[in-house]
């Protein structure tokens, strides 16, 4: 198609669109309008909906209801190749290109207008589309030995060269370098100046802020807001984004916390890309208290809980544990210390085709009373699973049932009551109620708490700010792996911390345990 | 656009029964196939098929070569329960059988007169250790240097064919063979005794049987067994309760690498007595063990039933070639079609298809 003037033709609407996977309603009568030649953001907190509502616009997710527009045009996407065929394009995340092969036979693939390779035909387009938006890289060049930033640019060419007008990106920042994030937006802009329309799936503030014309806020599912970008501003954006009417408090009896338990000096991790998570941070957790780290996902809170458990190589700083330093002690040696762990990513802390039995004992089966010289007692493993499945009220068919038969809250109940059995002095918890309803929600808090009335230190780390906030004693604020401020109880203040999350702000003078980088 | 299509899924839950259906889908699909491959041979599939049976199991001989020929797929099948178990995916029980052999017969050589208390004994202690020596190559790979033991369990088979060759065609060719690639036959002490009237080496057999309950144990029963099915279940799970992944990869190898040399050791000093060219000492057991091992569902016990049924059908596919003037290459396609069925049926455990508009 050819416009005659773009302005105020919508180049995508969605219309109370619900997409419901077993359990969650992942999109609750979502819309969202897209002006053609405009670059939208999808603005949103993790698990808010927007990567599932684009998955429904490109073709990956059918809506259980609603409808899609394109162009004016009421359309059904039943798979990518449509979407593409209505010129939407999607870039993913993670990259889907072949590691080994050059960039234009990436661009290239899976085209079937051909039966030979049409390289020779390919090569001036392509290096025509490059001239004309700016996409500077090599066509003979491997993708493997290309950047995050220049890979991407090979996804966005494969999506122009088949034709795409409209281009979803989800998250495309998240693996670029800053020079690499200014740069393509900078792309982004003669793309939409060509009558290109972007949507960019976006949890950053400011990024918001700088590039698009129009915003659409998620939460929970749902559109909030589509406001345009020169009217509003971070804060109220931050407060669309989070949601400040659902924040409530929770029984929490006043404990005094005791003496460090954990204590983090300087340190620094580094991602599974190799490039820089933690980054010189400091931090400290004392006995009965719980320790919050807020923060979008993706700001180092793996690579550091991770590094306390003993599962990640510290590239630098120092960990210490009851005053012992700990670095360089293996996992097993920490668990045996009293490092529970209750990892944000579930099945990394339990396997799902074994029995809630054996799962309940892959913390303790080496030693008694569970595991002998050579044998494991198969009467202590019944009687610990269900001293356990009773004490922590695990609600599941039997002690020998597949544990990834249970619900999801039941799940997560048995692997905290795993952790927490073992009275450890200190308890990493990350992302406790993730994908979690309201009633199985208020029982981890719960147990949670217990576990600081006991006298445990707990390192609490949620990408769910009302959890954090209702939680913790104190709250640091993670962001591109450093901490941007700490809060007491008393002093959390919503807007602050929204902000230290986009990394709009940083506290100037931090207590001494969220120390500054030596 | 608007073609039905097949789209595959994960299945979100799967009924108990679902192994069980699938597997027996899988084997019906790998007899019609098979079915289909003789008819295109002219041989009447029916015919054909009740021949097999009748060859494998129908009479007394049939019977006791079946018993004979289960005793090394028991003993490699079971080894590779526990490896795959453990995630460590050794198809190279063909090579570590025949280094086993190998080691057997040095020792026969070393102590040629020792007494057949001491030097049975130390042919079943040198076979399992050649071929645990064997399959400790791959396993040191893996864990050192993350080389995929898939790929160098199997190349290492040929590099154990082609020892034993030059052993047999060498330094080791006998000299009362008339110019034949063999050793000379073992004294006799060095015989594995066998029930009368047959040819089955029955303390290889009890080996086996012993083989498979330990291993059952060892899986279910112990420490290291539980270590065995967590890292073989989920790795990064293992990893997070601090179980030490090379030990449990080297030791799984090990294992099984020794049993697949035990096997190795039974048929130099059960059925031949002597060491023989690699295409005479195996049909390929080491390979047909896998499907002894998958076709169990890994579990070791099972394992001894399918070592039976696959060694009947060596036997049945024997008994073939010769009546139907068959190829010989027939029972391996039976074999190939079985094991692919086997495995491809394994994925409707997990996903299933779905039809759409």
Redesign the interface.
Known sequence: MTSAKPEHTLAVALRGIVKRF?GVTANDRANLEVRRGEIHALLGENGAGKTSLMNVLYGIYHPDEGEIWVKGRRVTI??PH?AITLGIGMIHQQFRLVQTHTVLENVILGLRERFFFPEQSARPRILALAEKYGLKVDPDARIWQLSAGEQQRVEILKALYRGVEILIMDEPTSMLTPGEALELLHILRRMTAEGLTVIFITHKLEEVMEVSDRVTVMRAGKSIATLETAQTNVRELAQLMVGRDVLFRLEKKAVTPGAPVLKVENLNVVSDKGLPAVVNLSLEVRAGEILGIAGVSGNGQRELVEAI???RPVSGGKILFQGEDVTQT??????ERGIG?V?GER????????SVA?NM???N??RPPI?RK???D?EAVATHADTLIREYAISTPNRQTPIK?LSGGNIQRALLAREMTERPALLLVAQPTSGLDVGATETIWNLLLEERARGAAVLLISDDLKEAMALSDRLAVLFEGQIMGEFTAQTMDLEKIGLMMAGALRQPTAEPTAGEPA | ?NLP?LRIEKR??SPRWLPAASLTVGLLLALVTVAVIFATLGVDPLTAFQRIFRGGFGSFYGLQETVTKSIPLMLAGVGLTLAFRGRMYNIGAEGQFMIGAIFATGIVRLFPTWPGFLLLPAMFVGGFLGGALWASIPALLKTRFRVDETLTSLMLVYVAYEAVKFLVYGPWRGSDTRGFPITDEFPAAAHIPILPGTRVHYVTLLLAIAAAILVYLLLT????G?EI??TG??P??A?????DYRKVALLVMLISGGLAGLAGMGEVAGIHFRLRPPEALSPGYGFTAIIVAWLARLNPLAAMLTAFLLGGLLVGGDAIQIALNLPAATVQIFNGVILLFVIASELFNQYRLRL??
């Open positions: 077993p039943h798979s449509d458990a003993g599962l293996p996992p097993r040696m920490r668990i762990f990892p099945w990394m802390a339990l396997i799902p085709s074994m054996e004992i892959l913390k089966y080496a595991g050579v044998f494991l198969a038969r | 656009m299509s979100l839950s029963r112990t420490k290291l539980y099915r967590v279940e989920n990064e799970a990893r997070y309760a601090g179980m759409e508009r």
